[in-house]
Structures are given as C-alpha cells and as structure tokens.
C-alpha cells in the first residue's frame, strides 16, 4: 500500500516533543534528501517501503528524546549549515546573541581572535563569515570536536578558520589576542533540566562545570587576562540567572567596561569585559 507525505506527517506522533509537526517535517526531509517546501509542494507524492522504514525508525528514536539534530547529523547556524554529532553540543539560537554582540562592539578591522570550547566551531565560522579581516581560531579540548568543525570549515568554505586541540587559553602567546568568545560549561552539576529534552543525550563535560556551574568561566576569565592584549575583549555566553555572579568575575580579575547583553527572551546571556592592560 502506498502512503504519501501528507499521510505519514498525519499518521505519525511525537507526543513528548515541543515541536512534533517541525520534528517531523525535518525527519522527513532527511529522508527524502529534499526541503519543505517540497513536502507542502508534492503532499501526494509516496514514500516507498525502504524511505518509509527510514523515517519510522528515526521516529522511534525522537520519541524517546534524541534530539533531531543528532538524527539528522545537521544543524543550522547563523545561516550555515553545520555538522553534529554526538562529541558536541547542539549549537543553539541563544548562541547567536554571543556572535552579534562580538560583531557590535568590534571594529571590522584585522584582528587576533580565539574562540575558547569550540565544539562544532559555530562561534568561530560565523564571525568568520562576517569579518574576512579577523584571524580566528577554535580551541577545544576534544579531538573529536576538533576534526568535526575542520569539517565544518570546509563544507562551509571558511577553511582560513584554524582549530587545535587544547584546554582554554593553554600554549596562546601572552598578549597576542584582540578578543576571546567562548560558550563554555556553565550548568551545575544538580540541575534538573540535565534530566530533560535534548541535553539527555549531549556530552555531560561540554554542559557541566564545578562551583554551581562557573569553574570554567572562572578558569577563562583567569587565563585571558594573561593572553589579551591591552584593551582587547574577553565574551562569554552563561546561564540567565549567572550575569551578577559573571560581573563580578570578570571585575575580580581586572576586566573594566563590564556588562551584559540579553537574549531574544530578555535574559542576560552574554557578558563581556575589556582587559585594560597593566
């Protein structure tokens, strides 16, 4: 018997997720290697028996929380696409605000920048598709991320991006970067919503950090102090209820001009701070 996409997007469910109709949609379109204006376009259009098979099985996998992105192997970034998988964090919209907010405050000038927990290097290939003049180069302890945001540096063109394996600022010359940006750990270990949604399934020492969640911005605000140059930026993504404690940071090590830029939600996402130099 045949069945059209009308009637598998219909048929199928996705009770437990927030958005089933867009899960579905974006499954489907995985499996049929098109977009969704062909679904809306060809609603009458059958599936045959090994695309069918396909899309159930990675249905079966959504409802039990997978997120889509890892299903996909595919995720949607500042208008480029770029490749997931599981040795990575999910890049996210919230994520964006950090990118905006760098392209605000620095000038479109030649600059030395580093991007600090690179994972799939979102950060570092959107800000380079931005600035041609910035020198970027994605930093991240893991070698699996690593070799996937090379990947993504070339599928998107933006091979001039350098990545290396690394833990923070770690072999960076002292005073020889114009701006640090970084989406580091930052959830504590006891939060609930580590039990919940997609954060079920991605790496626990990308989402994880110590002292209620701000060991690692600690570590970073430390250790970029030692390598920006006088009046250069560090910028750091965090937990919306972390902006005082990330202020206050940034203060203790030395960093002036400090404040926080809030996300599309109205909560304070991103804080930066000028090193003033010594």
């Known amino acids: 018997m045949s069945v059209s996409i009308a009637d598998v997007l219909r048929q199928s469910e996705l009770p437990e997720s927030e ?130 945001a090379k990947e993504n540096a070339s599928l998107n063109r933006l091979e001039r991006v350098g990545f290396k394996v690394g833990s923070w600022c770690d072999g960076i010359p002292p005073r020889s970067v114009d701006l640090v940006v970084s989406n580091p750990p930052y959830i504590a270990s006891t939060d609930p919503h580590l039990r919940e949604g997609d954060v079920r399934f991605e790496p626990l020492s990308a989402l994880v950090a110590e002292q209620n969640g701000l060991s690692d911005i600690v570590d970073i605000a430390k250790q970029s102090s030692e390598c920006l140059t006088a009046n250069g930026w560090l910028m750091i993504e965090h937990g919306f209820e972390q902006a005082a404690e990330v202020r206050r940071i940034f203060k203790g090590y030395g960093y002036t001009d400090v404040s926080s830029y809030q996300d599309l939600s109205g909560n304070d996402r991103v804080t930066i701070g000028r090193w003033p130099g010594l």
Request: aromatic fraction near 6%; hydrophobic fraction near 40%; charged fraction near 25%.
């Open 19 to 148: 958005t089933p109709a867009l899960d579905k949609e974006v499954l489907l379109c995985h499996v049929l290697n098109k977009d969704r204006t062909y679904l809306f376009t060809w609603p009458e259009k059958t599936l045959d028996e090994q695309q069918l098979s396909a899309f159930y099985a990675l249905l079966e996998r959504r409802q039990k929380g997978e997120p889509v992105a890892y299903l996909t192997g595919v995720r949607e970034f500042w208008s480029l696409s770029l490749k997931v998988d599981q040795s990575t964090l999910i890049p996210r919209p919230d994520t964006e605000r950090l990118v905006e907010v760098a392209l605000e405050v620095m000038p479109d000038s030649p600059l030395n920048v580093v991007d600090l927990g690179t994972g799939t290097g979102a950060i570092a290939l959107a800000l380079a598709s931005e600035r041609k003049h910035w020198m970027l180069t994605g930093i991240d302890q893991s070698e699996e991320a690593v070799s996937l």
